[in-house]
């Protein structure tokens, strides 16, 4: 069973601070996503990563793929209130095209 | 985009009664699909994988005759709580994935199971 840790758990953090959340497994996967939700709604997708030490950027949120592709992060700059939700990770599609998610951070950004 | 639809996105049911939660996909066909259950602040737990015309793929731990799946058509599968209780109340949700390596979730559904 492909397991996603993600770290920290909780984080609350005053705005215009930054954070990174990170993703980590001791499995390789094909690609990893990472989402953000709020409460009530579904998962939005923010990001897909497929290369081993991929980097994409999107405004002011910055997501790496491991070179080993075990591992992901995201780092959010200068933070502000409307980050505030639950961000998971997920790693796959595998083989029955499922995602294995990861164990989530909810972000509390501060006013 | 393509877009996954749940529907009831709220229901409030009385113990002992079954509810009953639809999935469809608006734009696209979904051979597969997934339900997902979710705890306040908490990740999505694989429930089961909805096969159009063949049976579901249920996870360890979660029983199938309480939770019944069916994936009767290409664009919509259904998830049925039977006879309900309280701790059957959560958030759940369904995804599907339309050809590409994107997978689309629908808005959710809470039941509350009184």
């Known amino acids: 069973t492909q397991l996603l840790e993600q770290s920290p758990q909780f984080l609350s953090i005053q705005e215009g601070e930054n954070l990174t959340v990170y993703c980590n497994s001791s499995?390789?996967?094909?690609?990893l996503q990472w989402y953000r939700q709020e409460p009530g709604e579904g998962p939005v997708l923010l990001v897909t990563v497929v290369t081993g030490g991929e980097v994409k950027k999107l405004k002011r949120l910055t997501f790496q793929f491991g070179d080993a592709r075990k591992d992901s992060s995201l780092h959010i700059t200068a933070a502000q209130p409307g980050d505030t939700g639950l961000y998971l990770c997920?790693?796959?599609?595998?083989?029955?095209?499922?995602?294995?998610f990861g164990s989530g951070t909810q972000l509390t950004v501060l006013p | 985009g393509a877009v996954v639809s749940q529907h009831p996105s709220r229901v409030i049911c009385k113990s002992g009664t079954s509810v009953k939660i639809e999935c469809r996909s608006l734009d696209f066909q979904a051979t597969t699909m997934f339900w997902y259950r979710q705890f306040p602040k908490q990740s999505l737990m694989l429930m089961a994988t909805?096969?159009?015309?063949?049976?579901?793929?249920?996870e360890q731990g979660v029983e199938k005759d309480k939770f019944l799946i069916n994936h009767a058509s290409l664009t919509l599968s259904t998830l049925t709580v039977t006879s309900a209780h309280p701790e059957d109340s959560s958030f759940y949700i369904c995804?599907?994935?339309?050809?590409?390596?994107?997978?689309?979730f629908g808005e959710g559904s809470w039941l509350t199971v009184v």
């Open positions: 909805s096969n159009e015309g063949s049976k579901a793929t249920y």
């Open positions: 997920a790693g796959g599609p595998g083989s029955a095209r499922q995602l294995t």
């Open positions: 995804s599907a994935k339309p050809a590409g390596n994107t997978i689309y």
């Open positions: 499995s390789v996967f094909s690609s």
